[in-house]
Structures are given as C-alpha cells and as structure tokens.
Nanobody, 127 residues
Framework: QLVNSGGGLVQPGGSLRLSCLAS????????IGWFRQAPGKEREGVSC????????YYAGSMKERFTISRDNAKNTVYLQIDNLKPDDTAVYYC??????????????????????WGQGTQVTVST
C-alpha cells in the first residue's frame, strides 16, 4: 500500500513537499513514479526514481521546480515542488509495481508501467 500526503492550499510562488509512504514493503527495491491529474485532464507523469541505479527522470521542464528524493530509513519517497503555479493544481499520486525490480528508463514516466497507486493528495495553488 502507498499512502500520499503533504498536499494543501498554497499561494503562487510557495512550496510543498509531498510524501509517498509505503506500508508492507520496502520502497527502496522499486522504481517509484509521481503523477498528477488536473480536473478534466489525463493523469500525467511528473517524475520518477529508479531503484536500480538511483536515476531520476522528469517530464518536460519540470526538473526546474520539482525534485524527487528517497528516504529509505523512513520508507518514503518525496516530491518537492517549488515556485508553485496555478497550473500545478492537481491531485498528485505516487505509484510503483512490485512485480518489477529492473530499470525502467524514461518509461517510468508512463502511467501504464505501474499497478499500485497511492490514494492521491490534492494540491491547490491559488491566491
């Protein structure tokens, strides 16, 4: 099970750190992806972290403001978002696939690579 937290209402320019806590297994053995879904839009990849070599990937220009990291001691993967913009408003999800321990490469940004999802955490950026 994956549990998402850390979302909230924040003003433009603010920051948030989202959490993805694993229950019942060790996250360090698996690739973890972060995704978001805005109202009326498809779920899209934001960032992902490989368990094989520690590689991280970001969609488009998201590397400028998004940072994915792991804390294996806390069995948690984080997504730091800085300089939040109204377009970042969405529900954010983390995901993994416990049947795979190999590398994904940039395919880790695709929703179809995962079969286990967190419940999501709402991020709203507004004045």
């Amino acid at each position: 099970q994956l549990v998402n937290s850390g979302g909230g209402l924040v003003q433009p320019g603010g920051s948030l750190r989202l959490s993805c806590l694993a229950s019942g297994f060790r996250l360090e053995h698996y690739t973890i992806g972060w995704f978001r879904q805005a109202p009326g839009k498809e779920r899209e990849g934001v960032s992902c972290s490989s368990s094989v070599d520690g590689s991280t990937y970001y969609a488009g220009s998201m590397k400028e403001r998004f940072t994915i990291s792991r804390d294996n001691a806390k069995n948690t993967v984080y997504l730091q978002i800085d300089n939040l913009k109204p377009d970042d408003t969405a529900v954010y999800y983390c995901a993994t696939d416990r049947t795979r321990t190999g590398g994904y490469g940039r395919t880790c940004l695709r929703t179809d690579q995962y079969n286990t999802w967190g419940q999501g955490t709402q991020v709203t950026v507004s004045t």
